[in-house]
Nanobody, 122 residues
Framework: QMQLVESGGGLVQAGGSLRLSCAGSGRPFSTSTLGWFRETPGQERKFVAAINSSARSSRYTDSVRGRFTISRDNAKNTVYLQMNSLKPEDTAIYYC???????????????WGRGTQVTVSS
């Protein structure tokens, strides 16, 4: 059974950058679509970015496109989210997740990490 563990969250000023990492163990990391989602209090978990197994395709939600970059290293069983030009509205708990299908819907992701807090101060 795959397990995912996020790291790299923290407190940063608006305009700054953070790089989130998500390390996977167990199969089938290299054949899974990997995604990042975020959640704020009182809100449902929302899609941020996804990357397919070969890393040839990626998708972003409109609010982060051009600022965030998702990447993966299958040799290291790790997926990354580089976040630049951060804004206070990016403040959330960020979760990585794995899916057997190409999807941006949280319902299609069966394996989730525990999340990492990102706080952007103004």
């Amino acid at each position: 059974q795959m397990q995912l563990v996020e790291s790299g969250g923290g407190l940063v000023q608006a305009g700054g950058s953070l790089r989130l990492s998500c390390a996977g163990s167990g199969r089938p990391f290299s054949t899974s679509t990997l995604g990042w989602f975020r959640e704020t209090p009182g809100q449902e978990r929302k899609f941020v970015a996804a990357i397919n197994s070969s890393a040839r395709s990626s998708r972003y939600t409109d609010s982060v496109r051009g600022r965030f970059t998702i990447s993966r290293d299958n040799a290291k069983n790790t997926v990354y989210l580089q976040m630049n030009s951060l804004k206070p509205e990016d403040t959330a708990i960020y979760y990585c997740a794995a899916s057997a299908v190409w999807s941006m819907r949280s319902i299609d992701y069966r394996t989730w990490g525990r999340g990492t807090q990102v706080t952007v101060s103004s």
